[in-house]
């Protein structure tokens, strides 16, 4: 019944900007907290930023901080990852996915959603 579907992703350039969204169903979004993780090709899965469900953010990656931002809009049983700045080496299929609280151990997350890819390309 949980599920999660993240959407937004595409081809960018270096420097652009991409809103990614994790739209989620069949359960109530307020008492979750949120993660976003990627990865890029050849590499392990990393988190990137996690939002707690009293909308206090956790940055994983310090390569995002000052670029990156999370955020919820419980009303719209929504979180999203604002991407600025972008690098070459932000390119990965990034996932969302949900559990009680802020996390940096993969292990511990649940209700991962499919992925959505995100390419940083000139």
């Known amino acids: 019944q949980l599920q999660l579907v993240e959407s937004g992703g595409g081809l960018v350039q270096p420097g652009g900007s991409l809103r990614l969204s994790c739209a989620a169903s069949g359960f109530t979004l307020d008492y979750y907290a949120i993660g976003w993780f990627r990865q890029a090709p050849g590499k392990e899965r990393e988190g990137v930023l996690c939002?707690?469900?009293?909308?206090?953010?956790?940055t994983y990656a310090d390569s995002v901080k000052g670029r990156f931002t999370i955020s919820r809009d419980n009303a719209k049983n929504t979180v999203y990852l604002e991407m600025n700045s972008l690098k070459p080496e932000d390119t990965a299929i990034y996932y969302c996915?949900?559990?009680?609280?802020?996390?940096?151990?993969?292990?511990?997350?649940?209700?991962w959603g499919q992925g959505t890819q995100v390419t940083v390309s000139s």
């Open positions: 939002i707690s469900s009293r909308g206090g953010s956790t």
């Open positions: 996915a949900a559990r009680p609280t802020c996390t940096i151990v993969l292990g511990m997350w649940r209700s």
